[in-house]
């Protein structure tokens, strides 16, 4: 990441500037440990009607493999427009070959080759503490620029986003009031998800799942298994699409999105609510 000598303001489209009453920036300084300037992309919102005496919730929201920051414009809205502040990272800069081929003589050639870039969260030592340093460097933002509560800290995710703000909560778990997870695959066993698992017991996790998407990964009985003899405070919902339905999709994200609403409204005003289920289908 390299430092940026001229900040440009975001230039917000008419739909977003209708939803929020900020949109921040897309570049942002921040002095690291060292003292020295450094920037990394990102959005950062207020709510509507934002009211500078009231301490609010906070969403960190980690985009899925191959969007962007500004996910997040998509999703804000429709968990509440009005709870939280909320602020979106970029991830890293990954990149993928794509690779078009023909068949010619019965033998498959290659037409056309190219490196594709796009930006995810990669599993790897350096990618965990790069995005681990993302997490709260939005959060510092966030603190900032708005009255936030600091013991009120969502972390959140889609695809390998849901993934990594587990890995991310899990080595600090007492950072985060709850950590969302949709769609998102648990972290491999590798560089020790649970090393911080006895604090890691009071990090209220909510993760969803489906069925009638490849792209859902499903949680293994070894997994739940895991959960339990970790003593972990785990909701698992369910969500399946509904056949033949006109974007289905969409309309499963949404319910997903409203319930996360409740999920993490229910815990920043009352912390220590009760975990009545492990498993639910909605």
Not at 9 to 32: G, Q, T
Not at 171 to 185: L, M, Q, T, W
């Amino acid at each position: 990441m390299s430092n940026a000598k001229t900040l440009n303001p975001v230039v917000a489209v008419p739909r977003i500037a209708s939803v929020f009453e900020s949109a921040v920036e897309s570049y942002s300084p921040r002095p690291n440990d060292d003292s020295r300037s450094r920037s990394f992309r990102h959005f950062l919102v207020a709510p509507i009607k934002y009211e500078k005496n009231y301490s609010y919730p906070l969403l960190v929201w980690l985009h899925g493999s191959g969007s962007s920051e500004a996910e997040l414009f998509d999703v804000a809205p429709q968990i509440s427009s009005r709870n939280y502040v909320a602020v979106a990272p970029r991830g890293l800069v990954a990149s993928r070959d794509d690779v078009v081929c023909r068949r010619s003589n019965g033998r498959l050639v290659v037409e056309k080759a190219r490196r594709e870039t796009y930006y995810d969260w990669p599993e790897t030592d350096e990618g965990v503490s790069e995005a681990e340093n993302l997490v709260f460097y939005s959060i510092d933002q966030a603190l900032a620029k708005f009255n936030v509560h600091r013991r009120r800290v969502f972390l959140l995710g889609r695809g390998t986003g849901g993934t990594m703000a587990l890995r991310v909560a899990l080595r600090n778990p007492r950072e985060f009031a709850g950590v969302v997870s949709i769609d998102g695959a648990f972290p491999t066993l590798e560089r020790q998800p649970l090393r911080s698992w006895r604090a890691a017991r009071d990090l209220p996790i909510l993760m969803t799942t489906g069925l009638g998407g490849s792209s859902i990964p499903q949680l293994t009985p070894k997994q739940l298994g895991l959960f339990h003899t970790a003593g972990l405070t785990v909701v698992i919902r369910q969500y399946n699409e509904r056949r033949n339905e006109e974007r289905a999709a969409e309309t499963r994200m949404r319910k997903i999105l409203l319930d996360v609403n409740r999920w993490a409204m229910e815990r920043s005003l009352n912390p220590q609510a009760p975990i009545s289920e492990l498993f639910q289908t909605r």
